[in-house]
């Protein structure tokens, strides 16, 4: 046993560190759901994108309260650059889904293409996956919680396969206006990464269960 996770069982320690963690993972799952809502005709760009803000102001809200509970705690259930690194990742989830949102209302997408609408599916699967393994962090049961992130990792390559393959297809085509590419690029982009930064994500945990499994 490492002496960081001795001192954690002999000392008290706050645990609301998992709390917070878990919350942040909802709100990533939330805005992934609400990006499917562009799915259905009467969701407008710009209620797309209102929804959106909501949900990153809400993630905000709680990397400060992270923040804040860091720099005045001195015993953590995991070390302080694990928890801050962890809080980022996830964040970084919401931050691109309402980057992706944001393309849609000030760039003018009027509806998700197929390609868009692929991506945000895996964004929904990826994040629905986290938000249901990320308790096994706090109850110490690692063997599932790599299971659940090894998933997660393998819909990060569909997820770029089918980026690759929607730029291709718009640079390639002759009907494709260059505004129309510019704009869809900028979301598909956003959409990627964000399943890109569920996997990492994915990986910190897999990295957090071999240290302290």
Do not use: W
């Not at 730029?167 to 009907?175: N, P």
């Amino acid at each position: 046993m490492a002496l960081q996770d001795l001192i954690r069982l002999i000392l008290p320690r706050e645990d609301r560190f998992y709390e917070l963690i878990e919350r942040q993972m909802d709100v990533a799952l939330r805005a992934a759901r609400a990006l499917a809502e562009f799915r259905d005709p009467a969701c407008t760009p710009a209620m797309l994108a209102a929804s959106l803000q909501k949900l990153e102001h809400e993630g905000d809200a709680l990397v400060h309260e992270i923040e804040e509970l860091l720099a005045k705690t001195f015993v953590t259930p995991l070390d302080r650059e694990d928890i801050h690194q962890l809080s980022q990742v996830i964040d970084d989830v919401t931050d691109l889904a309402n980057g992706a949102a944001r393309a849609c209302d000030l760039l003018g997408v009027p509806r998700p293409s197929e390609e868009m609408l692929a991506l945000i599916d895996m964004l929904g699967t990826a994040a629905e996956q986290l938000a249901r393994t990320l308790p096994n962090l706090r109850l110490r049961r690692f063997e599932p919680l790599m299971t659940d992130t090894r998933a997660v990792r393998g819909l990060e390559k569909d997820a770029d396969r089918i980026f690759r393959g929607a730029i291709s297809k718009l640079y390639r085509s002759d009907d494709v206006d260059v505004k129309v590419l510019l704009r869809e690029r900028e979301v598909l982009e956003d959409l990627e990464n964000a399943v890109d930064r569920c996997e990492r994500v994915a990986m910190v945990l897999a990295t957090l269960a071999v240290k302290h499994g």
